[in-house]
């Protein structure tokens, strides 16, 4: 008996074209679903690290808030009191967090 049910598993023809097309779409629905998301989200981050200059409004991935005093190839400074400057890594600069601080809140 246990023979006969191994066979009928097994198919005759391999692979079904189906379970080609199933593993296709799943790859598909990751890729739009997660993916592409994510690399568009690190384009975004990337950007505006590059894109920081003096005056502007941010915060750190720690949640410091400041606002930017020199910008480097890799590091800003940031004032988050009247005389305390602090130098992070641009990496470090929270584009999400930045955007929220920036937008006017409405009543």
Known sequence: MTPTILLQAAGPGGIPVQTIVMFGLIF???????IRPQVKKQKDQKKFVEELKKGDKVVTTAGIHGRVVDVTDTMVTIDVDNSVKIRFDKSAISLEASKLLNTPVKS
């Open 28 to 34: 598909v629905v990751f890729y739009f679903f997660m």
